[in-house]
Nanobody, 128 residues
Framework: QVQLVESGGGLVQAGGSLRLSCAAS????????MGWYRQAPGKQRELVAT?????????SDSVKDRFTISRDKDNAKNTVYLQMNSLKPEDTAVYYC????????????????????WGKGTQVTVSS
């Protein structure tokens, strides 16, 4: 099994920045891709960004050019980050870290919560 723990959420004013982190533990050898999702009140969870084991990244149109996903595989930490800049009130949501054993740059199933492992989420609130 894999455990994912997110951190770095909080309250920020519009235009500000936050950096989310997600540390993986357990059977991390089974992890290839990692990603971030978010769920706003009253809405379905949506894909924000993914990064493959080879470093290929994918972003939703709503965050492209504002958010950056990266990962640190040194020392078996297998940590993924989400740098969020120019935050908007509509970015307010619970942000979830996810991990998947699939190889390759991207899978369409990831659009539909198709990753294997999930964290419990961290709240991000952007005030206007």
């Amino acid at each position: 099994q894999v455990q994912l723990v997110e951190s770095g959420g909080g309250l920020v004013q519009a235009g500000g920045s936050l950096r989310l982190s997600c540390a993986a533990s357990g059977s991390i050898v089974s992890i290839n891709a990692m990603g971030w999702y978010r769920q706003a009140p009253g809405k379905q969870r949506e894909l924000v960004a993914t990064i493959s084991s080879g470093g290929d990244t994918n972003y939703s149109d709503s965050v492209k050019d504002r958010f950056t996903i990266s990962r640190d595989k040194d020392n078996a930490k297998n940590t993924v980050y989400l740098q969020m800049n120019s935050l908007k009130p509509e970015d307010t949501a619970v942000y979830y870290c996810a991990a998947d054993g699939s190889l390759g740059p991207f899978r369409s199933s990831w659009y539909f919560d198709g990753m294997d492992y999930w964290g419990k989420g961290t709240q991000v609130t952007v005030s206007s």
